[in-house]
């Protein structure tokens, strides 16, 4: 009965993520509620997003603010950009045009000074300083030095990096692993794009021992997969591709209307990992 008292109340609640949900009014307004149905973050955001440990981050155009479960800020400032999540204990925060990151006691942990960065994977971010990406870890200490034009986060203990010459994999002490095969590449917003200064916003890593890849046919782009040493174990043969997920990818959909029934059904189509079509 609490439950239905507070779905009338509101126009939507969200699942609870430890003691908060976020709340929307009938003038399509976020906020915050805590487990007895008391507003701790006001509602008047126009997003919210809910962390794992009872943070919230609300955001309002370029105004981003993180509130603990009690309603307080978890740090004074508001940030022109920031994660909703924390990997390995930390967050990415955007001040003006520079980032840093954020611990989960509301701490900069690592300073704002980065032109770049990638979230936490593995233990370690990449991220973009003086026009180079290099590898830093939670304490602010470059691990792999600023060197490359191009830097993934880590999967696997494997990144994908460009050093001006093409693609290749290093390991986590920087160490070349392999170059990337001839003429594919990772499935990643394209170099000419960023020069144009697009924002990079897309991230290649290995999903269950296979990163996924493209090879350009003229206008044509094909898409396949290479394994942890290199190899191109699913040939670059599809139109479209996902990576893998529990132990399947899928490769395309397919419409089938039934007008007599007058409903209709997507089917997708899913490969497994040893590029077999899964019936």
């Given at each position: 009965q609490g439950i239905l008292c507070v779905k009338t109340k509101y126009k939507d609640v969200s699942d609870f993520k430890g003691n908060i949900a976020s709340v929307r009014n009938h003038k399509n307004k976020f906020g915050v509620i805590d487990i007895f149905d008391n507003i701790i973050v006001p509602i008047k955001?126009?997003?919210?997003?809910?962390?794992e440990n009872n943070i919230a981050l609300a955001i309002d155009g370029y105004d981003y603010k993180y509130f603990?479960?009690?309603?307080?800020?978890?740090n004074r400032l508001t940030f022109r950009e920031a994660d909703e999540h924390f990997f390995d204990g930390c967050a990415r925060v955007r001040v003006q045009d520079s980032w840093g990151f954020i611990y989960k006691d509301?701490?900069?942990?690592?300073?704002?000074?980065?032109?770049?960065?990638?979230?936490?994977?593995?233990?370690?971010?990449?991220?973009?300083?003086?026009g180079k990406w290099g590898y830093i870890n939670n304490s602010s200490v470059f691990v792999i030095e600023p060197q490359f034009e191009r830097a993934m986060s880590f999967s696997d203990d494997i990144a994908i990096v460009n050093d001006g010459?093409?693609?290749l994999a290093i390991d986590k002490k920087g160490k070349k692993l392999f170059d990337f095969p001839k003429d594919l590449e990772p499935n990643v917003l394209s170099t000419d794009l960023i020069?144009?200064?697009?924002?990079?916003?897309?991230?290649?890593?290995?999903?269950?021992g296979l990163l996924l890849v493209r090879q350009h046919s003229g206008l044509n782009i094909k898409y396949g997969f290479i394994d942890t040493k290199g190899n191109n174990v699913i040939p670059c043969t599809f139109d479209t591709m996902s990576p893998f997920k529990e132990g399947k990818a899928y490769i395309h959909g397919e419409?089938?209307?039934?007008?007599?029934?007058?409903?209709y059904e997507y089917k997708k189509t899913y490969i497994d990992t040893t590029g077999k079509i899964i019936k």
């Open positions: 955001h126009e997003i919210i997003r809910l962390e603990t479960d009690k309603g307080t800020k978890l509301g701490r900069i942990g690592i300073p704002v000074m980065f032109d770049d960065a990638r979230p936490f994977s593995e233990g370690l971010s990449a991220v973009k300083i003086k010459n093409g693609w020069n144009k200064n697009f924002k990079d916003n897309t991230d290649a890593k290995y999903s269950e419409i089938r209307v039934y007008r007599r029934k007058h409903t």
